[in-house]
């Protein structure tokens, strides 16, 4: 990867970060887990164009957590866009720890997602991306192609749609790890949109767990088999108040602070 790309990322967690679940659920569970997972699936898939509907696409993410046996807590405010702030889209940031990210995100307030190239040639996900309205990056591209990456995305915020992006860049195995790329920030500074920082957290039986972490250069169906064997395990969304700035640098850090500052309450409180 070139090191010079604005674009280019931190390692990250090795895998050896993630754990097994533990408990885990019996095999005839998981086996039920994938059944209604494909059926959920299949459904979204057949909806077509009427997916990127915004109470669909919510109901169909719900769906997806539920199948997986994944329990899903939405902290205040329920909505990830900046209320009260007609005529731009909010710029939605989050930590990022797994695929899964996604689809917790969505199951709160379905927005336009910006995710690397490769998600689109993922099988079944791509397509679904697609239909959804993603943005397509390449994270490794030239730093000559930022101006014009910028701009894109902050004509989607003037046009008043709200964008998740993963400044990290990366998955981590918990919410603290990894900084926060200030590129992305710049499109909030010149579209004079909002920042929504958001915190994403998993825990099992009560405790914090890397169970649903995807690392390093893991298999996809490995991870969904851990996800789907694991007893009780959650997912929190934590959207926070609202940053508002003309400076990448100070955007970025404030909204690192107020995800990490939840992720050390939430372990605080454990």
């Known amino acids: 990867m070139n090191a010079m790309s604005p674009w280019s990322i931190d390692?990250?967690?090795?895998?050896?970060?993630?754990?097994?679940?533990?408990?885990?659920?019996?095999?005839?569970e998981l086996a039920r887990r994938y059944?209604?997972?494909t059926y959920t699936l299949t459904r979204a898939t057949a909806r077509g164009g009427r997916l990127a509907d915004p109470g669909t696409l919510r109901g169909e993410a719900r769906a997806v957590l539920g199948a997986l046996g994944v329990g899903f807590e939405a902290g205040a405010p329920e909505r990830l866009s900046a209320s009260g702030h007609p005529g731009t889209g909010t710029l939605v940031v989050a930590n990022h720890i797994s695929w899964l990210d996604v689809i917790a995100l969505l199951a709160v307030e379905p927005v336009s997602v910006l995710a690397k190239r490769e998600v689109g040639r993922w099988p079944v996900i791509g397509p679904l991306a697609r239909r959804v309205g993603t943005h397509f990056i390449d994270r490794d591209g030239s730093p000559r192609h930022l101006p014009r990456r910028v701009a894109e995305l902050a004509e989607v915020l003037r046009g008043g749609t709200s964008v998740l992006v993963f400044p990290q860049a990366t998955t981590w195995?918990?919410?603290?790890?990894?900084?926060?790329?200030r590129a992305v920030f710049q499109t909030a500074a010149d579209a004079g949109a909002p920042v929504r920082p958001v915190t994403v957290a998993y825990r099992q039986g009560g405790a914090a767990s890397t169970a649903a972490a995807f690392l390093g250069e893991e298999d996809f169906t490995a991870s969904l088999r851990r996800v789907a064997a694991a007893r009780a395990l959650t997912v929190g969304v934590t959207a926070h108040a609202p940053l508002w700035g003309t400076d990448r640098r100070t955007l970025a850090a404030a909204a690192r602070r107020a995800v990490t500052r939840a992720a050390d309450s939430a372990t605080a409180a454990a």
Request: proline share 17%; with cysteine; aromatic share 4%.
């Open 11 to 28: 390692p990250g967690c090795p895998a050896s970060c993630v754990a097994e679940p533990e408990p885990r659920v019996p095999l005839a």
């Open 35 to 37: 059944a209604a997972l």
């Open 173 to 181: 195995c918990s919410e603290a790890g990894g900084r926060f790329r």
